[in-house]
């Protein structure tokens, strides 16, 4: 299985594009992962017009997880466990999406096997992005049994 992590806009900070890059090398021999970027688009309707971007890059077999405030809060051992599911479904291609700074849009939402909120706290979109690949990384370590994850 693959996974493709969408997300609204560059990472402009240099701490959150370290983080991030330390964790996509830890994560590729456990896990092909790889990032695609969508430009933000501002004014109204800015989130329908990145949601439309972001399921243009979702297959019709894909499965989709919507990373968002108002999805469900997972533990990281039950993040590991339905990544292990997706895993056993065969599926082939995992993608998360990542909203913007106007979060994302009800499409987006729709589409999606999973709603995934990562905290009650708000975060930074470029924020999400590390502690979304920090947490892949720590579930691949749950599912094959490595110490990582205490």
Known sequence: M???????????????RDGCAL??????????????????????GGA??????????????DRLWAVDPQGRSLSSVELAGELAGVERSGSRRLVLAIGGADGLSHAVRRRADLVWSLSNM???HEMARLIV?????RAMK???GEPYHR
Do not use: H, W
């Open 133 to 137: 690949l920090e947490q892949l990384y």
């Open 48 to 61: 329908q017009a990145e949601g439309e971007a972001m399921l243009r890059g979702v297959g019709p077999d």
């Open 23 to 44: 964790y996509l090398k830890r994560l590729q021999p456990l896990l092909p992962v790889s990032l695609k970027e969508v430009r933000p688009s501002a004014g109204v």
């Open 142 to 144: 749950i599912n094959r």
């Open 2 to 16: 693959n996974v493709v992590i969408i997300a609204i806009d560059k990472l402009r900070e240099s701490y959150v």
């Open 122 to 124: 708000t975060f930074v």
